[in-house]
Structure formats: structure tokens, C-alpha cells
């Protein structure tokens, strides 16, 4: 298939994981692609897998730099036809153990960040555009423990609804993905978790998927590229769950 020929694609959070993903897969079907990322080597090594790609080492959390990598992307192409926020970290702590600098910082990546990256990047998407944002099932089901990162991605799961319906008058549209456990490097990067302390969540999460294994980044972005394609054209508003059944079938 080649439903992104010529399309001008900007995947926030690119450079690893899910977004890397699906900017390989967007530029396996004829986009063009720029990507974001914190970590310059690991924005290297994406780029030089995908051709004819574009990184910037840009922080999510720093509203200046996604504005600055958005007029890069106008500057170079003119315009942002699909647009992909998939730029997230975890944080694991109960009740007693949340720190204002630990809510603060997961909030200010997984819900600040991303509304505004919408914002400065909707400035130059027109109609007919699509973009894509990495939810999580966090915002479908309580877990022991995740209540910082659930209330981000609950509270971004409502703000993208509203702001699909607010662009409906300019004919773009606005999805969200949610995955369930997905081995990705986000799983290693959860703030006072250590490499057993990572397995033995992977263990649990394992247990409770029907489907009794985690997901793979690619599944999560063949979900990402039909959302963002004209063969979701009358969907909008929508959260698909990435999960292995474990939301609607546990």
C-alpha cells in the first residue's frame, strides 16, 4: 500500500518504541517524515533507518521547542498533513508515595505537552489533515499504583475529544490509540523502578492479558497509520484500545 504518498508526516516522540514504529511504517508507505525526540543518538539511529527523514532532539514538555520544531517542518514543507503525538513517560507510585515533582513532570509530558504540541502544530495542518494520539488503557482501568499517569491520560483522552470536535469545522480529524502492555523502552524508564522490579510488572501485566502476552510496537502502529489514513475517513472522536482484550474482555 502507499496511503501516505506525499503526505508531510511529524511523529512527536519518534524516535523509539511505538513512534519509531510508525514513522518507519508511514515512510514505508510514501510520506515523508520528520520525528521528534529527547535522546540524539537514539534520533540518529531512527533517522537513519527511515529515508528521506528528518530529526529534531526537541522535549515535549518544553513548549517552546515544539513550536520551534513545527516552524522547521513549515519552513522545510510547507504544512503537516498527519501528525502523530506519541511522546509519553510512565510513573508508578501509590497514593502516599506521589511527589509534586513526579505528578508535575508526568503531567507536564503526557497532558501539558501534548495539548499544546496540538495546538502549535494545527497552525499549519489543513484540510483533509489527521492526527493520531498515543492514549492508554491507564485512562480505562485503575491499577494499583498508576494513579499520576492515569489522571494525565484520562484527562488528555477528554481534551482530544473536545478538540476533535472543535476541528471538525476545518475537516480535520483527531483519533486516539490506546495501548494495553506494549514492550517498549518506556516500560524501562518508569521513575524508582529497577530492571526486577520492570519484570515482575511485565510478569503481572502478562497474567492478566487474555490474550497472555504483551503487545508489539508494530501493532500499535498498523492501528496508528489506519486512524491517520483515508481509510478512517468518517471516524473521529475515536479511542481504539491496543490491548490484547484486556480492558473490555477481563
Keep these: ?109 503526557n497532558l501539558k505537552g501534548c495539548v499544546f504540541a496540538l495546538q502549535k502544530a494545527v497552525r499549519i495542518m489543513g484540510e483533509g489533515g489527521s492526527i493520531v494520539v498515543t492514549g492508554s488503557i491507564g485512562a480505562h482501568g485503575p491499577l494499583e499504583g498508576n494513579g499520576t499517569y492515569a489522571a494525565a491520560k484520562a484527562g488528555l483522552a477528554m481534551a482530544m475529544k473536545v478538540f476533535a470536535r472543535e476541528l471538525l469545522p476545518r475537516k480535520i480529524r483527531l483519533n486516539m490509540v490506546s495501548p494495553g502492555p506494549i514492550d517498549t523502552p518506556l516500560l524501562h524508564r518508569n521513575p524508582g523502578m529497577g530492571p526486577d522490579d520492570v519484570a515482575r510488572l511485565k510478569e503481572m501485566m502478562i497474567q492478566n492479558i487474555p490474550m497472555h502476552r504483551m503487545g508489539e510496537s508494530e501493532e500499535v502502529a498498523r492501528a496508528v497509520l489506519f486512524l491517520a489514513s483515508d481509510e478512517a475517513s468518517f471516524i473521529t472522536g475515536e479511542d481504539i484500545l491496543v490491548d490484547g482484550g484486556l480492558i473490555n474482555l477481563s
Design 1 to 109: 500500500m502507499n496511503r501516505f504518498a506525499n503526505k508531510i508526516v511529524l511523529v512527536l516522540g519518534g524516535n523509539s518504541g511505538m513512534g519509531l514504529a510508525a514513522a518507519q511504517a508511514f515512510a514505508a508507505e510514501g510520506a515523508k517524515v520528520h520525528l521528534t525526540g529527547r535522546n540524539q543518538e537514539t534520533i540518529d539511529e531512527a533517522v537513519a533507518s527511515i529515508p528521506g527523514a528528518t530529526g529534531y532532539q526537541s522535549d515535549i514538555a518544553d513548549i517552546a521547542s515544539t513550536e520551534e520544531v513545527v516552524a522547521k517542518v513549515e519552513q522545510a514543507d510547507g504544512r503537516i498533513d498527519v501528525l502523530y503525538i506519541n511522546a509519553g513517560v510512565g510513573g508508578f507510585a501509590p497514593l502516599e508515595g506521589i511527589t509534586e515533582d513526579d505528578w508535575d513532570f508526568v503531567h507536564g509530558i
